[in-house]
């Protein structure tokens, strides 16, 4: 299929990479390292000043009415500069989940909100490595929930969740409140403390249902998109990587040659270069299908993933390898990315669980 | 504009697609299997004569020149519709895809319109006789000699690697005339009858039993001046180009020229792993996700390069992964499907290497070498796209015959 930017599109992406490069600082990233539970608040205000939290939201609920193709622009310039808060993604993933599930009334009176910035929202689906768990522990009884979901992405500042329970051994997706009565938040102390991991234990919280009927299928289809998201986003971290390589070995000499003359090195930023273009690929496409509602859209999901964690930890882990010692110094910016790779490789589900579930989408088609 | 062309590029597609189909039985993969070469070799031909007195031959050359007359996008989208139907083309591809265009480029008007027609129609097959013993990836570093004398160019060496040399009546040629300048100035481009005094051609046996490729060896082969294409000196700015052409003709298939994904998913299928599916085994889920992802991508770097060109802009650099990332690919999965099969692995495979994978996974290493090697298209990536330094190459600037 593929497809070109338009004008539009092309501004998008454009302003977003010249605003977050002005309000970019690694210094704060760093000492968001040492503060768990806080994100960077400048980051979000530029977010909610540009307004990317409306981008993929319909206009009658508050939001801009673009596709998941605009998201995937701003989530690349925001992973370029390991954006300090993954509530960009996060707050789309909530808005999606009740825009596919909701009621008119729960639509009209939660999204807007989401829309605006003035609320953050996330998804909370999985209890362990899986990104959706099957026996959810968590017990809904049609009017609150009870138990814990752990390392919920952006839980420490979110303030509301679209979580997977269940009610009578059936599962339900439902929202929650994360402000209100019954919640409690333990703040995970992590190698990517920007992330704003957090425990959230709900002991008779507020909960309105969403989806019990279809829950499953309806948090897949909520994942593949934030899959997008968050693999346009590894993409930026790992074109960022790429050039760093690029001109640190365009200049840093060793035995009376840049480095990059040696095909070691060469090579090696060539085949960055190779894995972002393929993940860059398949992120346009994924993209495109979901938002003309085109056939394969979950497969290409899964290959966009898995070709955004391939290129951001090649590109991170062989960045620091190209800069030698100075690479692994705390000095370096390279070991934000090098943590932001992981920490996006092992949210929303691993490799594996896509590899599963592009080739499980793929047999169906067989 | 775009959106007028691309409606005109569907029809013509689904025209295309109707045309192929009607033929298939008569000159496709099952009208070839069991055939000798000659005889597939002969069916080939008949099926260029089809497609030429059926107008998609030369689809975007001049038609003054016997082409059609459209678009590269016309031509791309034919090749795209006839690729999976296995007709015998492979005899014409060089052929017509690089020593006719280059003619059309260098020689006069009444040169071109003798040869263009019967090349098309596969009644006259083109080789290059480029790489050397001594000259494949640093193919600047020829040894051929050409000396002139008078109106005439006296050609001795040896030529390798030259496909279809064993059918071929024509070729173009690259030769040194200067050892005096530096290895790529000194060069000379020219084309020549096969069958003139001086030539030998012995075929070379590659590794899978295949022999498509060829030594030719030239001594004392007179060629007259007016046979030359492009300037004295200017021979390798003539081969650039040519291999320009290659490259991209060589980038049209995701699976790099294997068979398809879907026939590695009916395997793992049916294979057995221990007592499951090898489709169930992680490892080989994680082999097909990986093939997958590849393949999609490079289908949409195609997809979006030929928009670009719709829309009258020039493709994205992204192209150049194209022949480096499938044919890898498809290594790798040949060797595992290959694996899967069992017992069965140790059959002579008996097919093309795009239906087969024992033949797939045997040729594959040819693919990773021919048309520029994974090496030197890592170095094209890292220089012409990346800004990276050029290699320290200590023959730089040094005449010819000083290089030790």
């Known amino acids: ?366 | 504009m775009t959106a007028v062309l691309l409606t005109e590029l569907e029809a013509y597609r689904s025209t295309a697609r109707a045309w192929l189909e009607s033929n298939a039985d008569r000159y496709g993969a099952a009208a070839r299997k069991g055939l000798s070469e000659r005889d597939d070799l002969e069916l080939g031909r008949r099926w260029l004569a089809l497609k030429y007195d059926s107008g998609y031959s030369g689809i975007s050359w001049p038609r003054q020149f016997g082409g059609e007359g459209l678009s590269a996008l016309h031509q791309a989208v034919f090749a795209e519709e006839e690729l999976p139907f296995g007709f015998p083309t492979q005899y014409f591809q060089i052929s017509l895809g690089q020593p006719v265009p280059i003619m059309m480029h260098y020689a006069p008007a009444e040169v071109i319109r003798q040869f263009v027609v019967p090349a098309l129609r596969g009644e006259q097959i083109w080789c290059q006789l480029f790489s050397e013993p001594a000259a494949g990836s640093d193919l600047a570093g020829l040894r051929t000699r050409a000396t002139r004398h008078g109106d005439e160019w006296i050609i001795s060496g040896q030529k390798l690697w030259t496909s279809w040399a064993q059918y071929s009546d024509l070729a173009v040629i690259i030769a040194r005339n200067d050892p005096g300048l530096p290895k790529h100035r000194g060069l000379t481009y020219f084309w020549l009858d096969m069958r003139t005094p001086g030539i030998t051609v012995r075929p070379v046996k590659l590794a899978d039993g295949s022999a498509d490729v060829n030594e030719v060896f030239l001594d004392e082969v007179r060629v007259p001046d007016s046979q030359r294409l492009g300037k004295v000196g200017d021979g390798f700015a003539v081969a650039m180009h040519t291999l320009v052409i290659e490259r991209y003709a060589a980038g049209a298939d995701e699976t790099g020229y294997g068979p398809e994904l879907g026939s590695f998913l009916r395997l793992a299928r049916e294979a057995r792993l221990g007592s499951g599916r090898a489709l169930d085994d992680g490892r080989v889920r994680a082999s097909v996700a990986e093939a997958y992802r590849l393949q999609q991508a490079l289908m949409t770097v195609r997809s979006k390069a030929f928009l670009e060109a719709a829309n009258g802009s020039e493709p994205g650099p992204e192209g150049a992964i194209h022949k480096l990332v499938s044919v890898r690919s498809r290594q790798k999965l040949s060797e595992l499907a290959v694996d899967l099969l069992g017992p069965e692995a140790a059959r002579i495979p008996d097919a093309t290497a795009k239906s087969d994978w024992i033949a797939s996974w045997l040729a594959a290493p040819t693919g990773r070498i021919a048309g520029g090697t994974d090496e030197i298209l890592l170095n094209t990536i890292a220089e012409k796209i990346l800004g990276l330094p050029q290699d320290y190459r200590p023959d730089k600037g040094i005449p010819f015959d000083s290089i030790r």
């Not at chain 1, 990587?241 to 040696?262: H, S, V, W």
């Not at chain 1, 882990?317 to 370096?332: A, D, K, N, Y």
């Open chain 1, 1 to 366: 299929m593929s497809f070109l930017y338009t004008d539009e599109q092309r501004q998008i992406g454009e302003s977003a990479r010249r605003r977050l490069a002005s309000s970019y600082s690694a210094e704060t990233l760093k000492r968001l390292l040492d503060d768990p539970g806080r994100c960077d608040e400048s980051y979000w205000r530029v977010c909610q000043e540009m307004g990317w939290p409306a981008m993929a939201i319909p206009e009658d609920y508050g939001g801009l009415g673009l596709g998941l193709i605009e998201m995937t622009i701003v989530a690349e310039a925001a992973g370029r500069v390991a954006c300090g808060a993954p509530y960009l993604l996060t707050s789309y993933a909530a808005a999606q989940a009740i825009l596919l599930a909701g009621d008119l009334s729960v639509k009209a009176a939660v999204v807007p909100r989401l829309a605006s910035g003035e609320q953050i929202g996330t998804i909370a689906f999985a209890e362990d490595a899986n990104p959706i768990s099957l026996r959810p522990t968590i017990v809904f009884d049609g009017q609150t929930i009870t138990g814990t979901k752990r390392g919920v992405l952006g839980g420490s500042r979110a303030d509301l969740a679209v979580a997977l329970a269940v009610r009578d051994s059936r599962l339900a997706l439902v929202l929650v409140d994360l402000t209100g009565q019954g919640v409690s938040r333990g703040f995970l102390d992590t190698f990517d403390n920007s992330r704003n991991m957090a425990d959230l234990t709900f002991t008779n919280a507020a909960a309105l249902p969403l989806d019990e009927t279809d829950a499953l299928s309806t948090a897949w289809s909520v994942l593949d998109r934030a899959a997008v998201v968050l693999a346009a986003e590894e993409l930026g971290g790992a074109d960022a990587c790429m050039e760093l390589a690029r001109d640190y070995a365009n200049t840093r000499q060793a035995f009376g040659q840049p480095i990059g003359k040696f095909q070691a090195i060469k090579h090696k930023i060539a085949e960055m270069y190779v894995a972002n273009q393929i993940a860059r690929a398949n992120c346009l496409e994924s993209a495109l299908r979901f938002d003309r509602s085109l056939p394969a859209s979950t497969p290409l999901a899964a290959a966009a993933r898995i070709s955004g964690i391939c290129a951001y930890d090649f590109a991170s882990r062989e960045s620091m390898q190209t800069f030698g010692g100075l690479g692994v110094t705390w000095e370096s910016d390279l070991h934000l990315h090098l943590r932001r790779a992981r920490s996006c490789a092992s949210v929303l589900g691993s490799r594996f669980i896509w590899e599963d579930r592009l080739v499980a989408a793929l047999e169906a088609e067989l």
